[in-house]
């Protein structure tokens, strides 16, 4: 384990810097370099490259928002759920997307970002989330689909994630897995008892599996050859893997899982290969990926109507909360 200095060394805008400033950062750069070296950790008042933090900041907010917009597709289904059980789960199930949004809000504000700002960047348009959530639940069986196949993308990309080099992001991702796996489970227990059911009900779970699948895989993001990203987030330990390693990786999962569940996988090119020991899959609509990303999906314009209806009619709890601490703060001073 690295010693850290009992003064934490901060990193400065790139403005003009002094001689003093400049071995600080060269100091600060020494011991990020060995931290990272060794796979420890970096903690919020350590010092860290300017990029680092950028990088970070940029991933972490983009899941924030992620969790907090992806609790539209299934809370549309709360009211509608075929049972009272099932209509309990789901509550449970959007409510813990909303802790997750909570929780990495949380661990971006620590880089120094304000989650007032973050907000404002999704309601203005300006910041990105998962292309996943700008499909549409269509049937009951889709919330099957997003628990089996966009869960467990979910926790296939994250798990990776808990080991992550910065300690507030990977320390929130172990609660948000233990989550997601029951979320998973979950949803592959709908699609058993559809699958198990009627004709009908077995035609609907294969439909939604069908309609589900490809923009699951796209959750990984672009092929490694063309994600920009990942090879300096895995340098700096933030991405364990790339984008193509898992999500082969979720493939092979998912090819055992569908068995059980006496569904197909809407892909007649997926094989195991035995050369490279991969999973691999037929050919992926990148345009429609992109599209989706641009705002073109075919939801996202409706994902960003209700978030911004649902802040604005949140104001006031926001208001209520800030008088209240103001109110507990001149308590506090006048003691
Ligand atoms: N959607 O260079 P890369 C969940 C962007 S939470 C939209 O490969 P990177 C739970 C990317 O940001 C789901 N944009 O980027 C749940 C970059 O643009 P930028 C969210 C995407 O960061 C379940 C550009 O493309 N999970 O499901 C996507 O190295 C059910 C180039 O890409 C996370 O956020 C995409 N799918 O790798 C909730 C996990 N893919 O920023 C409710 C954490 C890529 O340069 C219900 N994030 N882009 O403008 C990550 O692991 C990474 O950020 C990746 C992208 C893998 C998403």
Same mark, same amino acid.
């Given at each position: 384990m690295t010693e850290r200095n009992a003064t934490p060394l901060r990193s400065v805008p790139e403005a003009e810097v002094s001689p003093e400033q400049a071995a600080h950062d060269a100091e600060g750069q020494e011991l990020f370099d060995r931290i990272i070296a060794e796979d420890s950790r970096i903690e919020p008042r350590d010092w860290m490259p300017a990029a680092y933090r950028k990088t970070l900041l940029r991933q972490i907010s983009q899941h924030a928002?992620?969790?907090?917009?992806?609790m539209q597709p299934e809370s549309n289904w709360i009211t509608r759920a075929p049972s009272l059980k099932r209509k309990a789960i789901l509550i449970a199930k959007v409510q813990d997307e909303a802790g997750h %949004?909570?929780?990495?809000?949380?661990? #971006?504000? /620590?880089?120094g970002q304000g989650r007032d700002q973050m907000m404002e960047d999704l309601i203005a348009g300006k910041a990105k989330y998962s292309s996943i959530f700008n499909y549409p639940a269509v049937t009951w069986a889709d919330m099957g689909a997003i628990g089996w196949l966009v869960d467990g993308a979910a926790i296939c990309n994250q798990v990776p994630l808990c080991r992550a080099s910065y300690g507030p992001y990977g320390r929130a991702m172990v609660r948000i897995c233990k989550e997601e796996s029951f979320h998973q489970r979950q949803g592959f227990e709908i699609l058993l008892e559809l699958s198990n %059911? /009627? $004709?009908?009900?077995?035609?609907?779970a294969q439909d939604a599996v069908n309609r589900w699948y490809a923009p699951a895989l796209m959750m990984f993001g672009p092929p490694d050859e063309d994600s920009p990203n990942s090879k300096q987030s895995m340098a700096w330990n933030i991405k364990r893997f790339s984008n193509d390693e898992l999500r082969?990786?979720?493939? %092979?999962?998912?090819?055992?899982? #569908? =068995?059980v569940l006496g569904? /197909?996988?809407p892909d007649e090119d997926i094989r195991y290969n035995e050369e490279?020991?991969?999973?691999?899959? !037929? $050919?992926?609509?990148?345009d429609e990926f992109k599209n989706v990303l641009k705002g073109q !999906? $075919?939801?996202?314009?409706?994902?960003m109507e209700r978030r911004r209806e649902a802040h604005a009619e949140g104001a006031w709890v926001r208001e209520a909360a800030a008088a209240y601490a103001? =109110?507990? #703060?001149q308590k506090e001073s006048a003691a």
């Amino acid at each position: 384990m690295t010693e850290r200095n009992a003064t934490p060394l901060r990193s400065v805008p790139e403005a003009e810097v002094s001689p003093e400033q400049a071995a600080h950062d060269a100091e600060g750069q020494e011991l990020f370099d060995r931290i990272i070296a060794e796979d420890s950790r970096i903690e919020p008042r350590d010092w860290m490259p300017a990029a680092y933090r950028k990088t970070l900041l940029r991933q972490i907010s983009q899941h924030a928002h992620s969790e907090i917009i992806g609790m539209q597709p299934e809370s549309n289904w709360i009211t509608r759920a075929p049972s009272l059980k099932r209509k309990a789960i789901l509550i449970a199930k959007v409510q813990d997307e909303a802790g997750h %949004g909570l929780y990495l809000y949380s661990a #971006a504000e /620590t880089l120094g970002q304000g989650r007032d700002q973050m907000m404002e960047d999704l309601i203005a348009g300006k910041a990105k989330y998962s292309s996943i959530f700008n499909y549409p639940a269509v049937t009951w069986a889709d919330m099957g689909a997003i628990g089996w196949l966009v869960d467990g993308a979910a926790i296939c990309n994250q798990v990776p994630l808990c080991r992550a080099s910065y300690g507030p992001y990977g320390r929130a991702m172990v609660r948000i897995c233990k989550e997601e796996s029951f979320h998973q489970r979950q949803g592959f227990e709908i699609l058993l008892e559809l699958s198990n %059911g /009627t $004709p009908a009900q077995k035609k609907m779970a294969q439909d939604a599996v069908n309609r589900w699948y490809a923009p699951a895989l796209m959750m990984f993001g672009p092929p490694d050859e063309d994600s920009p990203n990942s090879k300096q987030s895995m340098a700096w330990n933030i991405k364990r893997f790339s984008n193509d390693e898992l999500r082969q990786r979720f493939l %092979g999962m998912m090819v055992e899982q #569908a =068995k059980v569940l006496g569904l /197909t996988l809407p892909d007649e090119d997926i094989r195991y290969n035995e050369e490279t020991g991969k999973w691999e899959h !037929g $050919p992926l609509d990148w345009d429609e990926f992109k599209n989706v990303l641009k705002g073109q !999906g $075919p939801c996202n314009a409706q994902r960003m109507e209700r978030r911004r209806e649902a802040h604005a009619e949140g104001a006031w709890v926001r208001e209520a909360a800030a008088a209240y601490a103001a =109110k507990q #703060a001149q308590k506090e001073s006048a003691a």
